[in-house]
Structures are given as C-alpha cells and as structure tokens.
C-alpha cells in the first residue's frame, strides 16, 4: 500500500508543465531581459556619453583653433598688404616729388641761362629797372642827365639779362605820343651787349609834336 501511494506521487511529480506555469517562465526571461537591458543603457549611459561629450568638445576645441589660425592669417595679409599698398603710395609720391623737384630745377637753369627767372627780376627792380619782357628791362633816365638840342628826345636805359648777351645788340623802338595818338615811331640800335650790360639809348622825336615817348619793342637782333 505504501508502495502505490510513492509511486503515485513521483508520477504526479513527472506531470507536464501547464500552460499557466509557462506564462510565468515567460514573463520572467522578459523581465530578465529587460532588466539586463536597463543595465546596458545605463551602462553606455555611464561609460559611452561621457566619451562622446569629451569627442564633441575635442571637436569644438579644435574648430574653435582653426577659426582662431584663420582670423590671425587673415588680419596678418590684411596688414602686409596694407603696408605693402602704404609703401607702393610712398614710393609712387616720391618719385613724382622727385620728377616735380627736377622739372623745377630744369626750369629755373633755363629761366636763369633766358634771364626771365623771377630771382633776377627781384634782383633788377630792387635797383630800379622794370621788365619790358622776357630778359629785357629799361629805366628812363631823368631829364637833368641829359639835353635834346634841337629835337625832343627821351632817353632810355635798357639791358637784357641773358646769359649770351645780345652779340647783335638791342632793338629798341618807342612810340611818338600826343595824348592818346601815336604820331610815330623812334628807334636806335645798341652795341652787342653783354648780360647786364648798361646801354644808353637816345629816342628823338622826329614828328616835333609830341608830348612823351612809350617803348613798343624792345629785342635782340
């Protein structure tokens, strides 16, 4: 009798799971699995962002780097080619103050060798000489150092101040006046003048109508 009581227990023992008993088997691998799951994320979670943060402020770091090299190469060419235009504007001044100095300079020696620079001109009405045109300048010559005899006359200093003289002389010609008319014309030819030299020149009138002289030419020949 005790026999069949055990084996009917050990029988009852090797009976198949039951439907209710796989559902909880079930249930609790997905648990398993979520909670190993849950266990991976936090893991990645602790361990993966961290190196990823550290990546993306590698990567910020190193742009912000390049940005910084950019900026500084590009303010570097902005200042040489500053300094390069700046120095190109100097030189480029330079040479046309250099270019101006020099047409100045050819232009005072010509004017110097023609005797029409105004340094001469300053030089010449300082002692009383006035310029009739280009290098030539006259001063009438007041009236008690000289006599006309039977004609009116003038009498007239001239000179020139080129630097070849005048080899041929001077040409001199003034009109007759009588108030506002012109009544005719008296000339006289100098001796070949040196620059600066002093030559008297007598102008009789010879229409014997005339009430003053003014000089209409004064010229090398």
């Not at 950019?70 to 500053?82: Q, V």
């Not at 300053?122 to 290098?135: D, H, I, K, N, V």
């Amino acid at each position: 009798m005790m026999n069949d009581l055990d084996g009917e227990s050990e029988a009852n023992d090797r009976q198949p799971a039951t439907p209710k008993r796989k559902h909880r088997i079930i249930l609790i691998l997905v648990l398993v699995l979520v909670l190993a799951a849950g266990s991976g994320a936090a893991w990645w979670f602790s361990a993966g962002l961290p190196a990823v943060q550290a990546a993306d402020a590698q990567t910020a770091a190193q742009a912000s780097k390049d940005a910084a090299a950019k900026k500084k190469k590009e303010d570097s060419d902005a200042f040489w080619a500053k300094v390069q235009a700046d120095n190109a504007r100097v030189a480029d001044q330079y040479q046309k103050d250099a270019a101006a100095s020099s047409a100045r300079q050819a232009a005072d020696k010509a004017a110097e060798q023609a005797g029409t620079s105004e340094s001469i001109r300053t030089q010449m009405e300082a002692q009383g000489w006035t310029r009739f045109s280009g290098p030539f300048y006259y001063q009438y010559a007041p009236k008690s150092e000289y006599t006309c005899g039977y004609l009116k006359c003038s009498v007239v200093h001239v000179t020139t101040m080129a630097a070849a003289g005048c080899p041929g002389g001077l040409y001199v010609a003034a009109s007759i006046e009588h108030g506002s008319s012109s009544l005719g014309l008296a000339n006289s030819i100098t001796a070949p003048l040196a620059q600066g030299k002093d030559a008297i020149v007598k102008l009789d009138d010879t229409t014997g109508q005339g009430d003053g002289m003014r000089l209409a030419d004064i010229h090398c020949l």
